[in-house]
């Protein structure tokens, strides 16, 4: 009933940029807020970004901070996470994702445990 599918990664050079996408789709899709994470090679999964359906402010991990922005299209259940001045350390598997729970705060959307649907991700790779 709920699809995620991201798009947008590739290969990219140090200190260029890409746009990565996540579309939403399904009868009983709802949620509150939509993540990013990503996985690089023998690490765990981390958080990246949240954004809130409904507005606020994004919220960012520190290692993206400045450099990454969240955005959304609540017309076309579309996230994005437009992501500059990339280093080979962001260089992971990207995952976006829904959660159905409501929260309030900084202190929520950051944890693997609090999304309820998960897309396949997409491969960034920058090179040095």
């Known amino acids: 009933q709920v699809q995620l599918v991201e798009s947008g990664g590739g290969l990219v050079q140090a200190g260029g940029s890409l746009r990565l996408s996540c579309a939403a789709s399904g009868r009983t899709f709802i949620s509150y807020a939509m993540g990013w994470f990503r996985q690089a090679q023998g690490k765990e999964r981390e958080f990246v970004a949240t954004?809130?359906?409904?507005?606020?402010?994004?919220y960012y991990a520190d290692s993206v901070k400045g450099r990454f922005a969240a955005s959304r299209d609540n017309v076309k259940n579309t996230v994005y996470l437009q992501m500059n001045s990339l280093k080979p350390e962001d260089t992971a598997v990207y995952y976006c994702?829904?959660?159905?729970?409501?929260?309030?705060?900084?202190?929520?959307?950051?944890?693997?445990?609090?999304?309820?649907?998960w897309g396949q991700g997409t491969q960034v790779t920058v090179s040095s």
């Open positions: 954004i809130r359906w409904s507005g606020g402010r994004p």
């Open positions: 994702a829904a959660s159905k729970d409501y929260c309030s705060g900084d202190g929520c959307y950051d944890e693997v445990g609090e999304y309820d649907y």
